[in-house]
């Protein structure tokens, strides 16, 4: 296990979903930019760094036709499989985004609050690949970071904090900005976080 799996499975295993700053009761804002980019059920989408979110819950209900969740720790992933013991649309996957090579390619990449971990430069270029590899062309991605004036640290580690043009960066020219939007969080402790989100689609002749 890395030293970034064996932090974040202590995180999951030790703490409770509501017990950590990036808890959501509701995913509403993320579904909302889902939709606004034209998220539908016949689509195939992956939560990067999902962890406990209810997201996945959320797309269940509706009836989405697949959802992968991918996170860094197996016991994140027991406490979702748990609340969603007979969902049959649900891809369950505990690997490093960086490391990770897709099985099937995906409509939508949903990421909030993963990318901004990734301090390095040789991390976020394979982000950058990984992300490539598993949108189809046309495909849309929404990134979810701490904002330049958002939080330098969360869960006692560092963070790189964006806006779009840094993720644009970031990304290369194989994607193009389609939107942003700036985000305040509010901690179960009543804190607030600030966070940048950045949409952006896949070009056509990127495929």
Known sequence: MSERQDHWQGVYSTKGEDEVSWFEESPAYSLG????????????????????????DALVARGQAW??????????????????????????I??????????RPYDFWH??????FLTGADDQARYAKAIDRALVAGGVAVIGTFAPD???KCSGLPVVR??????????????SLIGHARHEHVTPWGSVQKFQFSTFRKRQNAA
């Not at 690997?95 to 897709?102: F, L, S």
């Not at 840094?166 to 194989?174: C, W």
Request: no cysteine.
């Open 111 to 116: 990421d909030r609050a993963a990318l901004h």
């Open 33 to 56: 930019l889902l939709d606004a980019a034209g998220l539908g059920q016949e689509h195939a989408l992956v939560d990067i760094g999902g962890g406990a979110s209810r997201l996945v």
């Open 162 to 175: 964006h806006d779009g043009e840094s993720l644009s960066a970031l990304l290369g020219d194989r994607f």
């Open 150 to 152: 958002g939080p330098e």
């Open 67 to 92: 959802v992968s969740v991918l996170d860094l720790s197996q016991a994140a992933l027991d406490i979702v499989r748990a609340r969603l013991p007979e969902a049959n649309n649900v891809g369950w």
């Open 94 to 103: 505990a690997a490093d985004v960086t490391q990770w090579e897709p099985d």
